[in-house]
Every structure is written in structure tokens, then in C-alpha cells.
């Protein structure tokens, strides 16, 4: 583990392996470009981060890009995520142009270059496939969360991810028995594959953690849409509704006014989403009626 300008930079076991493994095998110029790429796609996230004034505390890096580890969960909009998340897969645009470049000029090393163009290729797209932890699945659970509340989008995103991770393990499986060529390769596959589909199951397992990490956050979001002057969006419930299934409600760029429903249809109260996520986070019983906060 390594600290540069302020954050960690941490090798993940599987990337230590994988680069071993290279080695071994008298591939260590390949797993050096392999290194270098991944970086630099990592650097690409980092850079976009701070730029949006993020506190990136730790960077794991994994043989299919990384992990940063960040403290603003569930407090930035969806559209710095999602640029953020963008950030290290458009690093390959301008190394693959270069590689190109290289290679028409006739550049000493062209066999290289055809290979850093290869593995920024695969990088990109692997990283872009709609799986979480990889980018393509932060793409994904930004992008579904303009149209459904947070918690919905982050269940969705997980189980997508549980589903798509199990099919590259099985496809690289299945090539390895009946593809024969490029067992390396397919081995590779189905052990990136097997730790996304294991990240994903843990995912799964602590989705209430990462839930509650949101509402913690969620008051620092609640400031910043305000101070913009953002419309409220309302949310219609009956009195009886508990406030944990409220608060499973709230979308991650929107205010939110809840109109709180008594017999007959009518407005008994009117209630603020603080109150709301406070009443929660202060220990109120998770079967308590939303009724309560205004009682």
C-alpha cells in the first residue's frame, strides 16, 4: 500500500495474484502495461473526484480497474457520480488513440502497441458491463435512480449485478470446456467473474447498511437541493404507513414534502424530509406509523 497526494493506493489480493501469475509465465512486460493501464484508468477517477471536491480516502486497485473508497455516499448528485464513474473508462479513448497513432507512424515497438491497444479495449469494456462494482453498474444505478428512489435503484443495481456476474462465470466456463483455445484468458474471466459475483452477494447481504449510510447523508443532500432552489416532489401516503417503507421512498435528487393522508383523503400534516429521516434515525420503532412524527 502506497499514498500519493493524499490518498491510499492499495493492490487488491486477485491483482497481486494476477500479476504474479504474469510473471511467472514470462509475460512481466504484459503485466507491467496491465499495471500501468489500470493506473492510469484509476487516476482518471480520482482526478474527477477531487475535482468535484470528493474525499477519496483509499483506491484498491484491481486488475479490471479499482475501487475508490469515498465519504460522500448517498450526499452528491447523481450527475457527479455518474461523471466520475465515466472518468476512468474515457481514460482508454486517448490511450487507445495513441496506440493507433503509434502503429500508423510506424513507432519502434509496434507489436507493443498493438497490445496496450488490445488491453485498453478489453479494460473499457469490461469495465463499462452493468455490474457493480465496476463502473457500467455505477453508470447504471446513477441512471435508474433519476426514475425510482434510492433504495429501489440500489436493490435493482445489486440484483442485475448478482445475475450478470453469474453469467460471466458461466461463460467463461463454458468457453473453457467447449471454446478449448485461450484457457489463460477464460480462467482469468471466471475468477474477476467469481469476485464480482461474491462482492455482489455481500452487496446484497448489507443492503441496509448502505441504506442508512444514504439517510445519514441525507440531511447534507436535503441543504444543497434547497440552497438551489430545487421543487418539492411530493410523496401521498396514509397515516398508518410506517415510516421505515416512507423513507425507502425518497429519490436521490429530489426534495421531498410528504403529505400525510387521513380518512377521507384529507391533509392531517405536512411533513419535511428531515423530520421524516430524523424521526427515523432517532430510534423511532421500525413499525411506527408516520402519524407519530406530527402526534
Known amino acids: 500500500m502506497t499514498k500519493w497526494l493524499g490518498t491510499r493506493y492499495r493492490f487488491h489480493p486477485l491483482f497481486i495474484l494476477m500479476m504474479l ?7 512481466f512486460l504484459e503485466a507491467a502495461t496491465l499495471f500501468g493501464v489500470v493506473l ?12 468535484f471536491g470528493w474525499r477519496v480516502k483509499e483506491v484498491q486497485l484491481l486488475p479490471f480497474g479499482g475501487v475508490a473508497v469515498v465519504e460522500e455516499l448517498g450526499s ?13 473508462p474515457l481514460q482508454h479513448v486517448w490511450m487507445m488513440a495513441l496506440a493507433w497513432a503509434m502503429q500508423a507512424v510506424g513507432a519502434p515497438g509496434g507489436d507493443w502497441w498493438g497490445y496496450f491497444w488490445q488491453v485498453n479495449a478489453m479494460i473499457a469494456m469490461f469495465n463499462l458491463l452493468p455490474i457493480l462494482p465496476l463502473d457500467g453498474g455505477k453508470v447504471m444505478m446513477c441512471l435508474l435512480s433519476y426514475a425510482m428512489s434510492y433504495h429501489r435503484a440500489m436493490v435493482y443495481s445489486v440484483w442485475a449485478s448478482l445475475v450478470l456476474s453469474s453469467g460471466v462465470v458461466l461463460a467463461a466456463i463454458g468457453q473453457g470446456v467447449f471454446g478449448g483455445a485461450g484457457s489463460r484468458l477464460q480462467l482469468n474471466l471466471a475468477v474477476i467473474g467469481l469476485f464480482l459475483l461474491v462482492s455482489n452477494w455481500y452487496a446484497l447481504k448489507q443492503r441496509q447498511f448502505h441504506f442508512m449510510r444514504f439517510l445519514m447523508n441525507r440531511s447534507l443532500r436535503a441543504e444543497s437541493l434547497i440552497g438551489q432552489g430545487a421543487l418539492a416532489q411530493p410523496i401521498v401516503v396514509p397515516k ?6 416512507v423513507v425507502k421512498l425518497l429519490m436521490r435528487d429530489k426534495y421531498h414534502l410528504i403529505y400525510v393522508l387521513g380518512e377521507r383523503g384529507r391533509i392531517q400534516a405536512v411533513v419535511p424530509e428531515q423530520q421524516l429521516v430524523r424521526g427515523f434515525l432517532e430510534g423511532k420503532k421500525a413499525g411506527s406509523a408516520v402519524s407519530e412524527l406530527f402526534m
Not at 22 to 27: E, K, R, W
Not at 240 to 245: K, L, T, V, Y
Open 40 to 51: 492510469i484508468h484509476e487516476l482518471g477517477h480520482v482526478a474527477a473526484a477531487k475535482g
Open 21 to 27: 501469475g504474469s510473471a511467472v509465465t514470462g509475460l
Open 240 to 245: 398508518g404507513r410506517r415510516i421505515a417503507d
Open 76 to 88: 452528491v448528485s447523481a450527475r457527479e457520480e455518474l461523471l466520475v464513474a465515466l472518468a476512468g
